[in-house]
């Protein structure tokens, strides 16, 4: 089976200071995870993905995530917030040769100018 | 452009009037998925299609339908509405549906059963 668990509902940063949303993940099997991003009001738009290739991915505007298997976490990371940024961000799982995907229950960046 | 759309993007209806929510998408991707986003529980899987006339259930497809008769278009289809599917729905598609594959969303569709 597959779950995520997002840790933070809310996460409140200042501008330009570093961005750390978390994640952890249940598989059964070799995960595929990503990162999804929603603006308020717009549809969902992928970040990044961990797709079992290099363990640091990195993503757009600056965003970057690691796979740890032994942590069984999949961290989102950005060492400056930009205004821009304030969004709602989903983590998600899914499995190789599965056609399920799984989201967190998301977690909602506020940045303060 | 490449794109995933649905309609209506607002739709307000009472309990027991079906309804059918429309996806359709201009990239030739084989996969879509029709997904539910509520508050505090992000977004779940109500059904997917690998390909037309292939559909399967995902995590909440109790009260849905859904049809995949040509590849463009993935309707989702409300028989009775109730109150507890108000929600907001997105639609996605991917080129081949493993689970590598980046999926594109639609805009949604906000639904409130009254």
């Known amino acids: 089976a597959q779950s995520v668990t997002q840790l933070d509902s809310h996460v409140s940063v200042s501008e330009g200071t570093p961005v750390l949303l978390r994640c952890n993940y249940s598989s059964s099997y070799s995960p595929s995870l990503f990162w999804y991003v929603q603006h308020p009001n717009k549809g969902l738009q992928l970040l990044l993905k961990?797709?079992?290739?290099?363990?640091l991915v990195k993503g757009i505007n600056g965003f970057e995530a690691e796979f740890k298997k032994s942590e069984t976490s999949f961290h989102l990371t950005k060492p400056s917030a930009h205004m821009s940024d304030a969004a709602e961000y989903f983590c998600?799982?899914?499995?190789?040769?599965?056609?399920?995907?799984?989201f967190g229950s998301g977690t909602k960046l506020n940045v303060k100018p | 452009e490449a794109q995933v759309t649905q309609n209506p993007r607002y739709l307000i209806t009472v309990t027991g009037k079906k309804l059918t929510v429309t996806c359709s998408q201009n990239m030739n991707h084989e996969y879509m998925s029709w997904y539910r986003q509520d508050p505090g529980l992000g977004l779940r899987q109500i059904y997917y299609?690998?390909?037309?006339?292939?559909?399967d259930k995902g995590d909440v497809p109790e009260g849905y339908k859904v049809s995949r008769k040509e590849k463009r278009n993935f309707p989702l289809i409300l028989e009775s509405p109730s109150p507890n599917q108000t929600s907001l729905y997105f639609c996605a598609s991917s080129s081949g549906g493993i689970s590598t594959d980046t999926q594109y969303f639609g805009p949604g569709t906000r639904l409130t059963v009254l």
């Open positions: 998600v799982v899914s499995a190789y040769n599965f056609n399920k995907f799984y």
């Open positions: 961990y797709t079992s290739a290099a363990t």
């Open positions: 299609s690998m390909n037309v006339e292939v559909t």
